[in-house]
DNA sequence: CCACATCATGTGACCGCTCACACAACTCGA
DNA sequence: TCGAGTTGTGTGAGCGGTCACATGATGTGG
């Protein structure tokens, strides 16, 4: 028979306790089944080792559906569990609802896969309890890196197209309102026009297929030769949308992604895109989060490199040229 | 001033109380930004108002994700949280991990996104400690018609296909070991066979484009007009596939996918497909177990019946032969 | 061999809530 | 007017752990 405490010091795993005690608990812990109560253990530590996730999946899964996973990996390998919360938007209400929703569940922390500016503006407004960190914003702002670059992955698709040779290139932009999407069209303008090449048009998309499939219509007349879409979902949607006009990618026209989902190989074409690492995004949120709740203060990193994925939507434009079946390429 | 009881009452909305004091409470818990410590409130109750998820988001990311968006929603509207774990894979080990960590906090059911045959089994062999459900199961066991009709769905498939003229249909299906993947096949070749046509072929994929686009080179010379794909992702590589092959769908070859994917309307050509009601799964996943964990019983429901959703990937053969550009359509 | 540090274990109080019950203040019909 | 309900509110105990401290067993140097 041994004291509460004793059995309390072995499942904390403390020192001062000899080895034969300690096995002969753990021996009667494991023919009893017995697993101690987090209820009592949180009430009198005041500690719930719970963060919170809230997030929208809203139209596009892929990203956050990687992020939340890697989440809950690098939390339970911290000793956390992972309580998420969906919200239909990342309206500021929404938002608000979904926090309150998690603070009342007593978590520790939480992590917003909120990339929408507003969505910032909210969070930093509300989330006076507990600590937070909002994933994937601006890069600008206070996010600690808590994002890919998606400037520098904007630059590469950039670089990538006018390095074939295209001089007229347009984009599908995601919401203007999304942080991402916004660093997206500046990385993409910018590298384009150092480059001396023009953009000749710019769409505004909602991330779906559907929205890459209208955009088309905008962008027709503008003469691009090439097209960058902020993400793969609205490039699928372009490519239908192209086909459907009966032009030909790569010859009449590149395209360039965002993402690289495993499903963008398949693609017809496969997709030229940007790849990002939604695995280490959500595993940096994690060490950034426990790392405020634990010590108090966040580690600032520099956002993550995303990389070019170049596969058969881009073609020089040199090569539309060497044969032309249509009279002129392009939109 | 009241003592903590009242305090109590108020929070559980219990009956016995005078409005006077109801509001001077409420308006004292406003100022103080009271919150009710849930720890406490397991502690006395032994009741955690927590539901447990386990689900796998590897290869296949819609599904599993619309699905826990829905469980998520439909928990909190019943006053629970859903605590999160996801596995890389539904290997009895994997699985017995995830559930272990629910359980140990202390979850008070749990919902498993596993349709997979042994998971199935798994699950069963070793919950124990507290109520579950699986979810898309294969419908022939006890799985309290948590599942879409798997075999209807497929069923419709073939009935396009024949319908459309069809008479060597080939198909790829899921991993055998998932029951889904089991009654989608089971369900095509019924049909098929009842209505006089012959399946000259059958690969087996494991979800992801990847696979579809490999099984295209098993299905070669099979003279097979048709396709009936267990999954879009899968349609999707066979799309690619085939198309790498010089053959036009849906000139040459009809092709039909399962699930319906957001973006299944822009591949090309567009998917015909069968939609999957995720979010009902979702919503009957939760009232199931909350119903088993309050009121100890089950209540049993038919699957949910999918829906033929028919764009442009299919076309009656006799089209085919009224324009013969290829000596011989069909793989 | 004793005084004193060190190690191993036990004890009382408390975390913040709910349960069962006690109790006071009102009904209300006979 | 009184006893018997009804209604509103308070009290002690306990949920299962952890904390701070007390205590007994074991070592260690002079």
């Given at each position: 028979m041994v004291s509460r405490q004793t059995v309390s010091r072995v499942i904390n795993?403390?020192?001062?306790?000899?080895?034969?005690?300690?096995?002969?608990v753990l021996q009667v812990m494991r023919e009893l089944?017995?697993?101690?109560?987090?209820?009592?253990?949180?009430?009198?530590?005041?500690?719930?080792r719970l963060v919170g996730v809230v997030a929208t999946v809203n139209g596009v899964h892929y990203g956050p559906t990687r992020i939340i996973a890697a989440i809950e990996d690098a939390a339970r390998a911290n000793g956390?569990?992972?309580?998420?919360?969906?919200?239909?938007?990342?309206?500021?209400?929404?938002?608000?609802?979904?926090v309150d929703h998690l603070v009342r569940e007593g978590v520790?922390?939480?992590?917003?896969?909120?990339?929408?500016?507003?969505?910032?503006?909210?969070?930093?407004?509300?989330?006076?309890?507990?600590?937070?960190?909002?994933?994937?914003?601006?890069?600008?702002?206070?996010?600690?890196?808590?994002?890919?670059?998606?400037?520098?992955?904007?630059a590469l698709a950039a670089r990538h197209l006018t390095g074939l040779g295209h001089r007229s290139v347009a984009m599908v932009s995601g919401p203007s309102d999304w942080s991402e999407a916004v660093a997206r069209t500046r990385g993409f303008a910018h590298t384009v026009q150092a480059s001396g090449a023009a953009i000749v048009?710019?769409?505004?998309?909602?991330?779906?297929?559907?929205?890459?499939?209208?955009?088309?219509?905008?962008?027709?007349?503008?003469?691009?030769?090439?097209?960058?879409?902020?993400?793969d979902q609205m490039a699928l949607g372009l490519l239908h949308a192209v086909t459907d006009r009966g032009?030909?990618?790569p010859v009449d026209l590149s395209v360039v992604g965002f993402d690289d989902v495993p499903e963008a190989a398949h693609y017809l074409p496969p997709l030229?895109?940007?790849?990002?690492?939604?695995?280490?995004?959500?595993?940096?949120?994690?060490?950034?989060?426990?790392?405020?709740?634990?010590?108090g203060r966040a580690t600032r990193r520099p956002p993550i490199p995303p990389h070019l994925i170049v596969r058969a939507s881009t073609l020089p434009l040199a090569s539309a040229l060497a044969a032309p079946r249509d009279p002129r390429p392009g939109l």
């Amino acid at each position: 028979m041994v004291s509460r405490q004793t059995v309390s010091r072995v499942i904390n795993e403390q020192t001062n306790i000899r080895d034969t005690t300690r096995e002969r608990v753990l021996q009667v812990m494991r023919e009893l089944d017995y697993r101690p109560s987090r209820a009592a253990r949180m009430l009198a530590t005041n500690r719930s080792r719970l963060v919170g996730v809230v997030a929208t999946v809203n139209g596009v899964h892929y990203g956050p559906t990687r992020i939340i996973a890697a989440i809950e990996d690098a939390a339970r390998a911290n000793g956390y569990a992972v309580i998420l919360t969906t919200v239909r938007n990342l309206s500021p209400v929404e938002l608000a609802d979904g926090v309150d929703h998690l603070v009342r569940e007593g978590v520790e922390g939480i992590v917003a896969v909120a990339p929408q500016a507003h969505a910032l503006d909210a969070m930093s407004a509300l989330a006076q309890p507990v600590p937070a960190v909002i994933l994937q914003a601006d890069g600008s702002r206070s996010d600690s890196g808590l994002s890919v670059d998606n400037e520098l992955g904007a630059a590469l698709a950039a670089r990538h197209l006018t390095g074939l040779g295209h001089r007229s290139v347009a984009m599908v932009s995601g919401p203007s309102d999304w942080s991402e999407a916004v660093a997206r069209t500046r990385g993409f303008a910018h590298t384009v026009q150092a480059s001396g090449a023009a953009i000749v048009g710019v769409a505004e998309g909602d991330w779906t297929a559907e929205s890459g499939y209208r955009a088309c219509q905008q962008l027709l007349g503008t003469g691009a030769t090439a097209v960058f879409c902020a993400n793969d979902q609205m490039a699928l949607g372009l490519l239908h949308a192209v086909t459907d006009r009966g032009l030909r990618v790569p010859v009449d026209l590149s395209v360039v992604g965002f993402d690289d989902v495993p499903e963008a190989a398949h693609y017809l074409p496969p997709l030229t895109t940007i790849r990002q690492d939604f695995d280490e995004l959500g595993q940096r949120a994690v060490a950034t989060l426990l790392s405020v709740v634990e010590n108090g203060r966040a580690t600032r990193r520099p956002p993550i490199p995303p990389h070019l994925i170049v596969r058969a939507s881009t073609l020089p434009l040199a090569s539309a040229l060497a044969a032309p079946r249509d009279p002129r390429p392009g939109l």
